[in-house]
């Protein structure tokens, strides 16, 4: 297991499937091994939104949680006294690690839950667009929708990462509650 120090600054990208760059942010990477990379990323960082050629403060902190055998990944928002503000998971390829870089294809399907409320799908429209654009492949479409329905299942079931909590308890616990769904055990 390889754990980051706090200092290690990384720049996450998520990509389009055929390679362009979507969004970029800088984080701190909290711990990367075998099963689930965790980065940190401290309110007043700057989003830049290459799509639509934005740059955008972020009030707010951000655990970003990329199980490597998944095809999702979950940013966990926080306010800046801890509180959790809600959880916003994308559908995407496993992500990629190499130096200071972490990079992650978004196949464009969202499960979102804002505060403690319920978590929805979202952006099946942008997903049907892209599948048709890039020709996205029938088990890739297969593979997402596949993705989606276990976010929803584990919302469900209230399980990680879909555990309304502070941002230290969240840290704490997250690594070891998605091991344990991993693993399929209780």
């Known amino acids: ?22 969004l970029t942010w800088p984080a701190r990477l909290l711990l990367a091994d075998d099963d689930l990379i965790l980065a940190y990323a401290p309110p007043g960082m700057t989003l830049v939104h290459h799509t639509k050629g ?15 055998h998944r095809h ?12 959790p503000l809600g959880v916003y998971c994308n559908v995407a390829l496993p992500p990629t690690l190499t130096g200071d870089r972490l990079d992650w294809v978004d196949l464009d399907l969202d499960v979102v839950r804002a ?21 996205y492949p029938a088990a890739l479409v297969a593979r997402a929708r596949s993705a989606a329905d276990e976010l929803l299942a ?23 509650q998605l091991r344990r769904d991993a693993l399929g055990a209780p």
């Open 115 to 135: 505060g403690d409320g319920p978590a929805t799908l979202v952006d099946e429209d942008e997903f049907a667009a892209h599948a048709a654009r890039y020709a």
């Open 154 to 176: 584990l919302a469900a079931r209230g399980a990680a990462p879909f555990v309304a909590q502070d941002r230290d308890t969240a840290l704490a616990g997250l690594a070891a």
């Open 72 to 83: 999702w990944n979950a940013m966990l928002d926080f306010a800046p006294d801890g509180a």
């Open 1 to 22: 297991m390889t754990r980051g120090a706090a200092e290690t600054a990384i720049a996450i990208t998520a990509r389009k499937y055929d390679g362009a760059a979507h």
């Open 54 to 68: 934005l740059r955008l403060y972020q009030g707010h902190a951000c655990l970003s949680a990329f199980p490597r």
